[in-house]
Structure formats: C-alpha cells, structure tokens
T-cell receptor, first 115, second 111 residues
Framework: NAGVMQNPRHLVRRRGQEARLRCSPM?????VYWYRQLPEEGLKFMVY????????ESGMPKERFSAEFPKEGPSILRIQQVVRGDSAAYFC?????????????FGPGTRLTVL | TQLLEQSPQFLSIQEGENLTVYCNSS?????LQWYRQEPGEGPVLLVT?????EVKKLKRLTFQFGDARKDSSLHITAAQPGDTGLYLC???????????FGQGTTLQVKP
C-alpha cells in the first residue's frame, strides 16, 4: 500500500515562472491537505480539498496560489509568478473519508527553490 | 487565532536520559497528533490522542492528553541516538479539517 506521493521532490524556478506541485493521496483517501514549511518554521496549513471541491482555503495566499483535486488524477498546487519568498518545502497530506479524528498521512514534500 | 505552544524548541541530551516535550494551547482540541520528521522528509504520524486524560505508549514513548484537552506531552524514556529528530504536535480544533502545528522540538541524543 503506497503512501502519499509527491512530485517533483525538488523544483527550481526563476522569479516570475510558474510552479506546479503534484500530490497523489494514499489509496482510498479522498481528503487532501497542503501545508507549507518555511525554513526554521513549523508547518502552516494552506488548503483542504476533497474530490472536485475546495473545503477550506483559509491558509492560501490570496494571489498567485491555487489548488485543485480533480475527479481523476493527482491534486495540484499551482504557484504563478513565483517570488523568492515562495521558497519552502510544500507537503501534501491525505486522510480517508471516515477520518473522524482527522489523522493525516504526509508525503515526502516538494522543496521549491526560487532563484 | 488558534496557537499551539511547543516546548522546548531544542533539546540536546546524552543517551540513556529521559525527556519530556510539552504542547499547550488555550483552546480545546478535538484531537491531537504527534509527528516525527527527519531532515528532507515529511512528518510521520506517531500517535493520535482523542480523549481527555488519555495515555498511549509506543515502546519507550509515552503520550498524554490533558484532562481538559488543551495540552499534551511526549515523554521518552532512556533516549537513544535513533530518537534524534524533529518532534511536532498538531491539533485539530472543532473538526475544521486542518492541523495546527506547534513550532516543533529538535531533539539531539548524543551517544
């Protein structure tokens, strides 16, 4: 049973380019969460999605960031016109439909570096 | 704003010593998880506590949830170098779906 998969593991972009981060949840999991970890800081919630729906995006920056979890395929976190401050580790987590206690299982992360 | 205060932030001890990490909030959690994170990897779930006063053991690790469900602790007995890593507590408030993380405790166990 494969865990949460994220790709790429490392992504380098120049300022102004777009970054696309992909997350495949664990088999049977229909809830996906994205978190960001800045250097020397803890993980910060960004967005919570279920299939084809955004449930909570209270942690997402208002501009340049978007997320989707289509009916088929992985969840995508998209950052347009990246800036140096976007450099961070981005983690995806998933949980099963019946996660009453909200246990979340994390992927290995994508480390984004903006030059 | 919901906050989780985790302490200490850094801990360096000798192999064989005991240690306790604390996680506190002014808000009530519906559940709380403890994770361990290795450099370059994602957090790995260690335990979930749900009921006030609950105690769970995982080998040499003991997790406790406060009676009022506002605080939690992680106690490691006879620490080993393999316990070195970043320990994170994360709480869920009122089934919002999102985890609120503490700042983390970086533990170094020297042989």
């Amino acid at each position: 049973n494969a865990g949460v998969m994220q790709n790429p593991r490392h992504l380098v972009r120049r300022r102004g380019q777009e970054a696309r981060l992909r997350c495949s949840p664990m088999k049977g999991h229909s809830h996906v969460y994205w978190y960001r970890q800045l250097p020397e800081e803890g993980l910060k919630f960004m967005v919570y999605l279920q299939k084809e729906n955004i449930i909570d995006e209270s942690g997402m920056p208002k501009e340049r960031f978007s997320a989707e979890f289509p009916k088929e395929g992985p969840s995508i976190l998209r950052i347009q016109q990246v800036v140096r401050g976007d450099s961070a580790a981005y983690f995806c987590a998933s949980s099963p439909p019946e996660a009453g206690y909200n246990e979340q299982f994390f992927g290995p992360g994508t480390r984004l570096t903006v030059l | 704003t919901q906050l989780l205060e985790q302490s200490p932030q850094f801990l360096s001890i000798q192999e064989g010593e005991n240690l306790t990490v604390y996680c506190n909030s002014s808000s009530v959690f519906s559940s709380l998880q403890w994770y361990r994170q290795e450099p370059g990897e994602g957090p790995v779930l260690l335990v979930t506590v749900v009921t006030g006063g609950e105690v769970k053991k995982l080998k040499r690790l003991t997790f406790q949830f406060g009676d009022a469900r506002k605080d939690s602790s992680l106690h490691i007995t006879a620490a080993q170098p393999g316990d070195t890593g970043l320990y994170l507590c994360a709480g869920v408030f009122s089934n919002t779906g999102k985890l609120i993380f503490g700042q983390g405790t970086t533990l170094q166990v020297k042989p």
